[in-house]
């Protein structure tokens, strides 16, 4: 199986900042990265798909990098909806598999 | 617009079964690979299963193999998760959602989520 690492587990920050969430994964997984936001009492919402393509309706302060096994996620001007948690999840094979998820929370 | 509609949570007693369902619109069901995911409390996201559009194709997770079932019914675009053999652990909120072939096979739209617990 695929090992997803993201890293920090949470992170404190104000509205404003830009902040980076990291994803590692235990091996080359091609393009096959997604980010997700959920907030709490929600269901996951998908936020880029493919490293680096914004969801339909997703803000663009919202942006992917990465390739192979190392990926961010980085969001521009923080908005006071930003603050929830963040996962990462890798496609490129079965059983499909998630980071521990990054809880953003206000400074 | 995409609806994912899960429903047949509940509590159920150690040992015990249960049957999920998704009911979904705004899309050709039969063109999608269907997706369950869970959440106990206070954790993460844990991919569970998934089936082909057409039915043909399944694959699970280590903790769930041989105890759940996922299935579908094209006709009436519903996909569902029998579960068997339940435990404590599997206390959590299940997702259905589906995934996006054309989109880095990404899970694209998840449902509300049901909540099932285990519990005597």
């Known amino acids: 199986d695929i090992q997803m690492t993201q890293s920090p587990s949470s992170l404190s920050a104000s509205v404003g900042d830009r902040v980076t969430i990291t994803c590692r994964a235990s091996?080359?997984?091609?393009?096959?990265l997604n980010w997700y936001q959920q907030k709490p009492g929600e269901a996951p919402k998908l936020l880029i798909y493919a490293i680096f393509s914004l969801h339909s309706g997703v803000p663009s302060r919202f942006s992917g990098s990465g390739s192979g096994t190392d990926f961010t996620l980085t969001i521009n001007s923080l908005q006071a909806e930003d603050f929830a948690t963040y996962y990462c999840?890798?496609?490129?094979?079965?059983?499909?598999?998630f980071g521990q998820g990054t809880k953003l929370e206000i400074k | 617009e995409v609806q994912l509609v899960e429903s047949g949570g509940g509590l159920v007693q150690p040992g015990g079964s249960l049957r999920l369902s998704c009911a979904v619109s705004?899309?050709?069901?039969?063109?999608?690979?269907m997706h369950w995911v869970r959440q106990a409390p206070g954790k993460g996201l844990v991919w569970l299963t998934r089936m082909s559009g057409d039915g043909s194709a399944t694959n699970y997770a280590d903790s769930v193999k041989g105890r759940f079932t996922i299935s579908r019914d094209n006709a009436k675009n519903t996909v569902y998760l029998q579960m068997n053999s339940l435990t404590v652990e599997d206390t959590a909120v299940y997702y259905c959602?589906?995934?996006?072939?054309?989109?880095?096979?990404?899970?694209?739209?998840w449902g509300q989520g049901t909540l099932v617990t285990v519990s005597s």
């Open positions: 959602a589906r995934a996006e072939s054309m989109a880095g096979r990404s899970l694209d739209y």
């Open positions: 705004g899309f050709t069901f039969s063109s999608y690979w």
């Open positions: 091996q080359s997984i091609s393009s096959y």
């Open positions: 999840q890798q496609s490129y094979s079965t059983p499909r598999t």
